[in-house]
């Protein structure tokens, strides 16, 4: 069955990097599109990054823009989100999430469990 | 401020037929798949419906999605305890080139 996994969350100061992993198995993790996906603590569901299925393509939220890069390494089934110069209001659990079919649709279709990111001095 | 535009709260008794809209526009709903996802107290989202009315194996038919022009519903019938939980619905958007989410819907069943 398909498993995601995330790894890499922590505290870290304002300013600072941070990357995040996601080990996929349960599926031929190249042949589809990925997303990150965030909720701050108490708050909604908010789409961070998507990438395609070779890596060509991605995209990111306005507020990221420039401070985080999504990436995938499909030879390891990994997918990652390196984060810098993070900001205080970027403290979300990040969810690592799989499209439903091998062709780019979108919209996360299974979800990992998350990983706790906090942004404090 | 959500683009995509949900009620904050919903509630029902049980046994009651329960509807969550969400409305966006041409660039996302309009051109795009509508998805809904559950989420319960302390888990991770699960889809619980795709492409406007899939539903994934698993999900009960008294779930429903629905979508028309630049909205979309979600309808629980048959309402249970177990359903008790935040709603999000989500789209993909041509404009912002990114995935949309609603603000979430509260469902209380009293």
């Known amino acids: 069955q398909v498993q995601l996994v995330e790894s890499g969350g922590g505290v870290v100061q304002p300013g600072k990097s941070l990357r995040l992993s996601c080990a996929a198995s349960?599926?031929?993790?190249?042949?589809?599109?990925m997303h990150w996906v965030r909720q701050a603590p108490g708050r909604g569901l908010e789409w961070v990054s998507g990438?395609?299925?070779?890596?060509?393509?991605?995209y990111y939220r306005d507020s990221v823009k420039g401070r985080f890069t999504i990436s995938r390494d499909n030879s390891k089934s990994t997918l990652h989100l390196q984060m810098s110069r993070l900001r205080v209001e970027d403290t979300a659990v990040y969810y690592c999430?799989?499209?439903?079919?091998?062709?780019?649709?979108?919209?996360?279709?299974?979800w990992g469990q998350g990983t706790l990111v906090t942004v404090s001095s | 401020q959500s683009v995509l535009t949900q009620p904050p709260s919903a509630s029902g008794t049980p046994g009651q037929r329960v509807t969550i809209s969400c409305s966006g526009s041409?660039?996302?709903?309009?051109?795009?798949?509508v998805n809904w996802y559950q989420q319960l107290p302390g888990t991770a989202p699960k889809i619980l419906i795709s492409?406007?009315?899939q539903r994934p194996s698993g999900v009960p038919d008294r779930v429903s999605g629905s979508k028309s022009g630049t909205s979309a519903s979600l309808v629980i019938s048959g309402l249970q305890s177990e359903d008790e939980a935040d709603y999000y619905c989500?789209?993909?958007?041509?404009?912002?080139?990114?995935?949309?989410f609603g603000g979430g819907t509260k469902l209380t069943v009293l």
């Open positions: 999430a799989r499209e439903e079919d091998d062709f780019w649709s979108g919209y996360p279709y299974y």
């Open positions: 349960g599926f031929s993790f190249n042949n589809y599109a």
């Open positions: 990438i395609s299925y070779d890596g060509d393509k991605d």
């Open positions: 041409s660039s996302n709903i309009g051109s795009n798949p």
């Open positions: 492409t406007n009315n």
């Open positions: 989500a789209a993909w958007d041509d404009s912002l080139k990114g995935g949309v």
